[in-house]
């Protein structure tokens, strides 16, 4: 089965700007979160959504949102781009949570310049 | 955000070593989970842990829950080439539901 899609792969935006990502689950996992990775910062936790709800939020500023679709698509959105929001959001889906497991996807580079 | 103690940051081992990595909190977690990274891909589930004490096997890789449930460990046994990568440690604690994260393992196996 298909794994999980995350697009765009890369992307390059200039400071101020605003970016959406976004996430395309396993064919039937309704969870969906969302991570932060910068080197040597291991993963940080942005939310997670599961049914359209969002179900859990990390400590990120509200520059940083999400939702989640009726199909379980994800789109994450970064308002007023700054230079330290250069990282690879990574993006997993689960069929409702920790026990299940998640499957990540390869993450979409952001860089801001 | 909250981080979980993951040691050591990097090691450079020769193929056919064993390895062993850690992670530890101040905060008493109800599950870990160890993870590894290559380059270019998201976090892979190699070993997942529930209960303390409970030692789990995927292969050549071992993983404890630590009896005191504020750590965890992580052997690879005979090393080869394609166990280079990031190894990470997550952990989720009794009373908040997400996933906390170490920093990461990188390891590096000597030519």
């Known amino acids: 089965k298909a794994g999980v899609t995350q697009t765009p792969r890369y992307l390059i935006k200039t400071r101020g700007q605003q970016v959406t990502l976004s996430c395309s689950p396993i064919?039937?996992?309704?969870?969906v979160s969302w991570y932060q990775q910068t080197p040597g910062q291991g993963l940080q936790f942005l939310f997670e959504?599961?049914?359209?709800?969002?179900?859990n939020k990390g400590n990120f500023p509200g520059r940083f949102s999400g939702r989640q679709f009726s199909n379980s698509r994800s789109e994450m959105n970064v308002s007023t781009l700054e230079l330290g929001d250069s990282a690879l959001y990574l993006c997993?889906?689960?069929?409702?949570?920790?026990?299940?497991?998640?499957?990540f996807g390869s993450g979409t580079r952001l860089t801001v310049v | 955000g909250q981080q979980l103690n993951q040691s050591p940051q990097s090691m450079f081992i020769q193929e056919g070593e064993d390895v062993s990595m850690n992670c530890t909190s101040s905060?008493?977690?109800?599950?870990w989970l160890w993870y590894k990274q290559d380059p270019g891909e998201g976090p892979v589930l190699l070993i997942a842990?529930?209960?303390a004490g409970e030692l789990t096997s995927n292969g050549r890789l071992t993983a404890q829950f630590g009896i005191t449930r504020k750590d965890s460990f992580l052997n690879i046994s005979a090393s080869i080439p394609s166990d280079v990568g990031i190894y990470f440690c997550?952990?989720?604690?009794?009373?908040?539901?997400?996933?906390?994260w170490g920093a990461g393992t990188k390891l590096i196996i000597k030519p």
């Open positions: 997993a889906s689960s069929l409702g949570g920790l026990r299940y497991g998640y499957t």
């Open positions: 064919s039937g996992h309704r969870s």
């Open positions: 959504y599961f049914s359209e709800t969002q179900r």
């Open positions: 905060s008493i977690f109800n599950t």
């Open positions: 842990l529930y209960k």
């Open positions: 997550a952990g989720q604690m009794d009373s908040n539901y997400q996933l906390i």
